[in-house]
């Protein structure tokens, strides 16, 4: 490995801010294509309801209306990657009923001329409803077998899992405490609403769908499978995309399989882009958790047992319930090193709207609750909270128990350190002037979470690199950019092994008609998976050249490199010959060559190696009010290694700012199914008033499985930003809040409530 690298590390700018910045980037919402027609949901106003009759004969009239769809033509996604592996899984992946679930649910689409006369038609349709009893609490929906939301009954999931022996564990325990805890719905608000696409079903039978997925390749699978079409007559382009956290993980419920429908009706390109009012209250939000946590541990500050119990609201229909609840199973086990736990996990059907992927994918929900209750463990010892942290993480060398594989690389001790430098935790005055009416705490948290999804999801990435005759570089990758950059990190580290300037690399649209497999932008999986597939495409790539060099040169190909452009001899570096020079001569000057060189990679990474980090939190309280502000953030990571350091304090930077939404103020009010806060002005993200000094801490620990030594880092920043501020209010005030988000009215409930000792 080198010690010296000429662009990985280096924090060089985004390929595509010109774009951006400039106004010249082309969203799904700016696309226009000739004779594109324009599409409107007709949505329920019930939470559980089965649709008896449906009158559409006024709007087919309309002169605008080219075509109409409904949900007994349309299916719905009601699976993901797993469904994939099988065919039996394929067939379980759609349903269709005349049943809709929950408020906003859709019920049919009609595609035409322009928005208003399709908003116009959907006026003049008449639906009959036969009203079902809805259930909207996961834990009485457990309970209740009258009301079935779907057939095989509430309980999407269940999962069960031991390790060691829990009743032993807490015998072994000097101390046994329980809490429970509830987190909230969160969106994902992007700037770009979550929902727009444009389907263009040609009479050939190719249909090419423009949309702001993170999965393109599978988008492709699962219309595909939905549509009854070969995959090669399915075309998914991603144009640029207003940030997804999460919320484009995979086909947007009613979007769009209806746009398909839509198209092949009525023979025309269909458009459909939701507002914002139904990106809030139809299409996925963060899984609300309740946790119940049982911990024993000895008077040392050992940790003997724990028991967990989650019981997760899925929503209306189960997409990603499995991977979520298995992320929390991986963080709530192998974050610490406790000999015997016991996991139990609970995925229930509701008749709310849907919730799914959402940055840390169900790691923040478990984080509060475990790093709260690590707070609540080091003040009955009298102990530090980083020093029982220290006293229990699992580090490099061990096996972590969920996917019994040793840990290779761990700077969780060096986040600590570091981020309890940065922040001056020894100097704050902890616990010690809870008086006045503002008060001041400080907190933290810890974290784990594993970069792509090796051991539970199919996750493959693949690159291409084509030399071009100017000594030029064409990166070809379906690595889904949202704007975390990670298409940057891509062309620097293929320029790093191609020892070329960063610049003379271009990379490819997100086109699956013209790049290969790519399992998407999910769990921080891109600088990592995707680098592994572009470092290797990148390096067969340049052996290629390598021996057409050595045979120019005369001299071994082992003796050669390539630096700056250049390829030379190691050992008389005066023997020399620029790329440039020599692509020339192989696809050009040669009549008897001209050939392309051509690197490819496809595959699974070997492994999918934690992040660690660890937050920390300023605070102050305002115990008349109840309102919380927050002061200071610092947030130290460890990636492996630093590809890009700036986009990875962006990614710091965001993923604190997401957190303390989570915290304080971010939550979708639900009543009898019907979202209240369906906008800004009452969803309240947090805005730039808002925002404390945010110190970013990068530590460097080398995963020898990575890119250059790299892991994830996107999801990793938010996920224990609520635990911290949590902890750091109770530091102030004395009252453990337990519940997500922490309100002003929450706070001051539990204020009057408190009687100080």
Same mark, same amino acid.
């Given at each position: 490995?080198?010690?010296?690298?000429?662009?990985?590390?280096?924090?060089?700018?985004?390929?595509?801010?010109?774009?951006?910045?400039?106004?010249?980037?082309?969203?799904?919402?700016?696309?226009?294509?000739?004779?594109?027609?324009?599409a409107?949901?007709?949505?329920?106003p019930?939470?559980?309801?089965?649709?008896?009759?449906?009158?559409?004969?006024?709007?087919?009239?309309?002169?605008?209306?080219?075509?109409?769809?409904?949900?007994?033509?349309?299916?719905?996604?009601?699976?993901y990657?797993?469904?994939?592996?099988?065919?039996?899984?394929?067939?379980?992946?759609?349903?269709?009923?005349?049943?809709?679930?929950?408020?906003?649910?859709?019920?049919?689409?009609?595609?035409?001329?322009?928005?208003?006369s399709?908003?116009?038609?959907?006026?003049?349709?008449?639906?009959?409803?036969?009203?079902?009893?809805?259930?909207?609490?996961?834990?009485?929906?457990?309970?209740?077998?009258?009301?079935?939301?779907?057939e095989?009954?509430?309980?999407?999931?269940?999962?069960?899992?031991?390790?060691?022996?829990?009743?032993?564990?807490?015998?072994?325990?000097?101390?046994?405490?329980?809490?429970?805890?509830?987190?909230?719905?969160?969106?994902?608000?992007?700037?770009?609403?979550?929902?727009?696409?444009i389907?263009?079903?040609?009479?050939?039978?190719?249909?090419?769908?423009?949309?702001?997925?993170?999965?393109?390749?599978?988008?492709?699978?699962?219309?595909?499978?939905?549509?009854?079409?070969?995959?090669?007559?399915?075309?998914?382009?991603?144009?640029?995309?207003?940030?997804?956290?999460?919320?484009?993980?995979?086909?947007?419920?009613?979007?769009?399989?209806?746009?398909?429908?839509?198209?092949?009706?009525?023979?025309?390109p269909?458009?459909?882009?939701?507002?914002?009012?139904?990106?809030?209250?139809?299409?996925?939000?963060?899984?609300?958790?309740?946790?119940?946590?049982?911990?024993?541990?000895?008077?040392?500050?050992?940790?003997?047992?724990?028991?967990?119990?989650?019981?997760?609201?899925?929503?209306?229909?189960?997409?990603?319930?499995?991977?979520?609840?298995?992320?929390?199973?991986?963080?709530?086990?192998?974050?610490?090193?406790?000999?015997?736990?016991?996991?139990?996990?609970?995925?229930?059907?509701?008749?709310?709207?849907?919730?799914?992927?959402?940055?840390?994918?169900?790691?923040p929900?478990?984080?509060?609750?475990?790093?709260?209750?690590?707070?609540?463990?080091?003040?009955?010892l009298?102990?530090?909270?980083?020093?029982?942290?220290?006293?229990?993480?699992?580090?490099?060398?061990?096996?972590?128990?969920?996917?019994?594989?040793?840990?290779?690389?761990?700077?969780?001790?060096?986040?600590?350190?570091?981020?309890?430098?940065?922040?001056?935790?020894?100097?704050?005055?902890?616990?010690?002037?809870?008086?006045?009416?503002?008060?001041?705490?400080?907190?933290?948290?810890c974290?784990?979470?594993?970069?792509?999804?090796?051991?539970?999801?199919?996750?493959?990435?693949?690159?291409?690199?084509l030399?071009?005759?100017?000594?030029?570089?064409?990166?070809?990758?379906?690595?889904?950019?949202?704007?975390?950059?990670?298409?940057?990190?891509?062309?620097?580290?293929?320029?790093?092994?191609?020892?070329?300037?960063?610049r003379?690399?271009?990379?490819?649209?997100?086109?699956t008609?013209?790049?290969?497999?790519?399992?998407?932008?999910?769990?921080?999986?891109?600088?990592?998976?995707?680098?592994?597939?572009?470092?290797?495409?990148?390096?067969?790539?340049?052996?290629?050249?390598?021996?057409?060099?050595?045979?120019?040169?005369?001299?071994?190909?082992?003796?050669?490199?390539?630096?700056?452009?250049?390829?030379?001899?190691?050992?008389?570096?005066?023997?020399?010959?620029?790329?440039?020079?020599?692509?020339?001569?192989?696809?050009?000057?040669?009549?008897?060559?001209?050939?392309?060189?051509?690197?490819?990679?496809?595959?699974?990474?070997?492994?999918?190696?934690p992040t660690?980090?660890?937050?920390?939190?300023? #605070? *102050?309280?305002?115990?008349? &009010? @109840?309102g919380?502000?927050?002061?200071?953030?610092?947030? /130290?990571?460890?990636? +492996?290694? $630093?590809?890009?350091?700036?986009?990875?304090?962006?990614?710091?930077?965001?993923?604190?700012?997401?957190?303390?939404?989570?915290?304080l103020?971010?939550?979708?009010?639900?009543?009898?199914?019907?979202?209240?806060?369906?906008?800004?002005?009452?969803?309240?993200?947090?805005?730039?008033?808002?925002?404390?000094?945010?110190?970013?801490?990068? #530590? *460097?620990?080398?995963?020898? &499985? @990575?890119?250059?030594?790299?892991?994830?880092?996107?999801? /990793?920043?938010?996920? +224990?930003? $609520?635990?911290?501020?949590?902890?750091?209010?109770?530091?102030?005030?004395?009252?453990?809040?337990?519940?997500?988000p922490?309100?002003?009215?929450?706070?001051?409930?539990?204020?009057?409530?408190?009687?100080?000792?």
């Open positions: 490995m080198k010690n010296e690298f000429s662009v990985v590390g280096k924090s060089v700018p985004r390929i595509d801010a010109y774009d951006k910045v400039t106004g010249r980037a082309r969203y799904c919402r700016d696309l226009k294509l000739e004779g594109m027609l324009h409107k949901l007709l949505r329920s019930y939470p559980h309801a089965r649709v008896k009759a449906l009158d559409v004969s006024r709007a087919k009239s309309h002169p605008a209306v080219k075509a109409i769809a409904t949900i007994e033509e349309v299916p719905k996604v009601v699976g990657w797993w469904n994939l592996r099988t065919e039996k899984g394929m067939k379980k992946m759609f349903m269709q009923d005349n049943v809709v679930r929950f408020v906003g649910d859709p019920v049919l689409g009609v595609a035409a001329e322009d928005e208003d399709a908003e116009e038609a959907l006026s003049m349709i008449l639906v009959q409803y036969e009203q079902l009893p809805p259930v909207f609490d996961p834990v009485e929906s457990m309970k209740d077998q009258t009301i079935k939301i779907h095989r009954g509430n309980i999407a999931f269940h999962v069960l899992k031991e390790y060691g022996d829990i009743e032993k564990g807490f015998r072994e325990a000097d101390f046994v405490i329980e809490n429970r805890f509830v987190t909230s719905k969160q969106k994902h608000a992007t700037i770009e609403p979550i929902g727009s696409c389907a263009d079903y040609s009479p050939s039978g190719k249909l090419s769908v423009y949309s702001s997925t993170q999965l393109p390749h599978w988008s492709r699978m699962y219309l595909a499978g939905a549509l009854g079409l070969p995959s090669s007559n399915v075309r998914i382009i991603k144009p640029y995309t207003g940030g997804a956290f999460g919320g484009r993980c995979g086909l947007i419920h009613g979007l769009e399989l209806m746009c398909c429908h839509l198209s092949k009706k009525a023979g025309r269909v458009k459909m882009s939701f507002t914002r009012k139904e990106d809030f209250e139809a299409t996925e939000g963060r899984h609300p958790f309740l946790v119940e946590l049982r911990t024993g541990f000895t008077k040392e500050g050992i940790l003997t047992a724990n028991s967990i119990k989650i019981v997760m609201d899925v929503g209306a229909y189960a997409t990603h319930y499995i991977g979520v609840i298995a992320d929390a199973l991986s963080t709530g086990v192998g974050l610490y090193r406790i000999p015997h736990v016991k996991f139990e996990g609970y995925c229930v059907y509701t008749n709310k709207s849907l919730n799914g992927a959402f940055r840390g994918y169900g790691n929900q478990m984080n509060f609750a475990q790093e709260s209750q690590m707070d609540i463990v080091a003040e009955k009298g102990m530090d909270p980083i020093e029982l942290r220290l006293k229990n993480y699992r580090g490099a060398g061990e096996i972590d128990p969920v996917f019994n594989e040793k840990i290779l690389s761990c700077g969780l001790k060096e986040c600590l350190f570091q981020g309890a430098e940065k922040i001056r935790w020894k100097k704050k005055s902890r616990r010690s002037s809870r008086r006045g009416k503002i008060r001041k705490g400080v907190g933290m948290s974290l784990m979470h594993g970069t792509g999804a090796r051991f539970g999801l199919p996750d493959p990435a693949s690159a291409i690199v030399i071009n005759a100017d000594g030029s570089v064409s990166l070809e990758t379906a690595a889904a950019d949202d704007g975390q950059g990670n298409k940057t990190g891509l062309v620097q580290i293929a320029a790093e092994e191609l020892g070329i300037d960063w003379k690399i271009s990379v490819s649209d997100t086109d008609d013209t790049t290969p497999l790519d399992g998407g932008t999910h769990g921080s999986r891109q600088t990592y998976c995707g680098g592994i597939a572009v470092r290797k495409a990148a390096a067969q790539a340049k052996k290629s050249v390598l021996v057409f060099a050595s045979k120019h040169l005369n001299t071994p190909q082992n003796r050669l490199d390539i630096r700056e452009g250049v390829i030379y001899d190691t050992k008389r570096p005066s023997l020399n010959i620029s790329l440039a020079d020599l692509m020339r001569k192989i696809q050009i000057e040669d009549l008897s060559l001209c050939e392309q060189i051509i690197g490819a990679a496809t595959g699974v990474a070997p492994s999918m190696p660690y980090g660890a937050h920390f939190a300023e #605070v *102050e309280v305002d115990t008349e &009010t @109840g919380v502000r927050v002061l200071r953030l610092v947030g /130290a990571f460890d990636v +492996g290694k $630093a590809i890009n350091p700036a986009h990875i304090e962006g990614q710091i930077a965001g993923g604190e700012v997401m957190g303390i939404g989570y915290a103020t971010e939550g979708l009010v639900i009543e009898n199914g019907k979202v209240m806060n369906s906008n800004f002005a009452d969803y309240r993200i947090p805005r730039s008033c808002d925002i404390p000094r945010i110190d970013a801490v990068i #530590v *460097e620990s080398h995963e020898p &499985t @990575g890119p250059f030594g790299a892991k994830g880092i996107g999801e /990793a920043t938010m996920i +224990g930003t $609520a635990s911290a501020i949590a902890n750091a209010i109770y530091d102030a005030v004395g009252v453990r809040m337990k519940e997500l922490i309100t002003q009215e929450k706070i001051l409930v539990a204020l009057q409530s408190f009687n100080p000792p």
